[in-house]
Nanobody, 123 residues
């Protein structure tokens, strides 16, 4: 059974940091490009960041460049999103996604999705 499970969300103040994790199981992790998407209330889901199978190539949406860093540990089947200097506009549900042999940036349609983790940035 394929599973993607996000963790690490929470309520933080502007300027704080969070690290999201995405643990995968039930599929051949090394063959999948991994990405993070987010969906804020009243807005469409947007791709935040992506990392290729080998971790060599990454992409970021403009609004998070220089603040967020994506990484993956293929030995442990985990992807990470380090989020620094968080802003209220980063508030959203963050989803982990996986696409077989994909490139970055990812398409909006992906093979597997996690259930999401809430990130709230508020003073």
């Amino acid at each position: 059974q394929v599973q993607l499970v996000e963790s690490g969300g929470g309520l933080v103040k502007p300027g704080d940091s969070l690290r999201l994790s995405c643990a995968g199981s039930g599929f051949t992790w090394d063959y999948y490009t991994m990405g993070w998407f987010r969906e804020a209330p009243g807005k469409e889901r947007e791709q935040v960041s992506c990392i290729t199978r080998d971790g060599v190539s990454t992409s970021y949406t403009d609004s998070v460049k220089g603040r967020f860093t994506i990484a993956r540990d293929n030995a442990k089947n985990i992807a990470f999103l380090q989020m620094n200097s968080l802003k209220p506009e980063d508030t959203a549900v963050y989803y982990c996604a996986a696409t077989f042999w994909g490139s970055c940036p990812m398409s909006p349609e992906n093979d597997y999705w996690g259930p999401g983790t809430q990130v709230t940035v508020s003073s």
